[in-house]
């Protein structure tokens, strides 16, 4: 079973066209429009740097729909100490990359639509193959996201989750 494209919003009374299955946060909670200036600080697609002291790379928390094959995933930035995110951007572009120890990191990202605050959450950053984006584990606690990555989330969540982005 896959997961209907369209569904009728309840925030806003109108039919949508289809149920995103991701949402991707642009930066790291901390990034700030000045530090684009910053020559200690650098915003790329994958990886970020604040001010030589704050290091970022991007991942996917991964959650399964249950009752049908789809993933839902949040893109999100977490922090590594500086030496595993100088060893993640050097093995970044290495095949095998992927038998990467997983690195400790803090969730970087704050996903509204949860009643709790999202940052700081402990994770494991699990390299994939180049070209994928790492897999982020979120340490199993009671807080909502840790819950829904363990056992998933239902269809109507998933668009639940879609009225909340679309209409904050």
Not at 29 to 44: I, K, Q, T, Y
Request: include cysteine; hydrophobic fraction near 40%; aromatic fraction near 10%.
């Amino acid at each position: 079973m896959t997961v209907d494209t369209g569904f009728d919003c309840g925030s806003c009374g109108m039919r949508h066209s289809a149920t995103p299955m991701s949402y991707a946060a642009t930066a790291p909670a901390v990034w700030r429009d000045e530090f684009e200036h910053d020559p200690d600080s650098v915003l790329g697609p994958d990886q970020c740097v604040v001010m030589a002291e704050l290091f970022f790379v991007k991942g996917l928390v991964e959650i399964p729909v249950v009752g049908t094959d789809e993933v839902f995933s949040w893109v999100v930035w977490v922090s590594l100490s500086r030496d595993n995110f100088a060893r993640a951007v050097h093995r970044w572009e290495d095949p095998g990359r992927e038998s990467e120890p997983p690195y400790f990191g803090w969730l970087s990202t704050e996903l509204t639509v949860y009643p709790h605050s999202t940052l700081d959450l402990k994770t494991l950053v699990h390299t994939r193959p180049v070209g994928e984006r790492p897999f982020v584990e979120l340490e199993p606690t009671d807080h909502p996201l840790a819950v829904e990555q363990r056992t998933g989330i239902t269809v109507e969540r998933v668009r639940r989750i879609a009225e909340l982005v679309m209409h904050p």
